[in-house]
């Protein structure tokens, strides 16, 4: 599914919004919300063509490790 063009900047500034939030969870320890923030944050960039950071996994291995 594309996104129109009009609402790639909306997307966008949504996804990057939800990236700092990813890191203030991160920062709090709530690793279980963050991993799933984080599989929103990816299938963002995956709908607008946009590479990711994927902290997916940084995330996964502090949580398990907790």
């Known amino acids: 599914m594309t996104i129109a063009c009009e609402d790639r900047a909306a997307v966008r500034a949504s996804r990057d919004r939800l990236l700092r939030e990813l890191?203030?969870?991160?920062?709090?320890?709530?690793?279980?919300?963050?991993?799933?923030?984080?599989?929103t944050i990816e299938n963002l960039s995956a709908r607008l063509g946009e590479p990711t950071?994927?902290?997916f996994a940084a995330l996964l291995q502090r949580w398990c490790t907790n």
């Not at 890191?23 to 599989?39: F, K, M, Q």
């Open 23 to 39: 890191e203030e969870l991160d920062r709090l320890g709530e690793w279980n919300a963050a991993i799933s923030l984080d599989t």
């Open 53 to 55: 950071d994927h902290r």
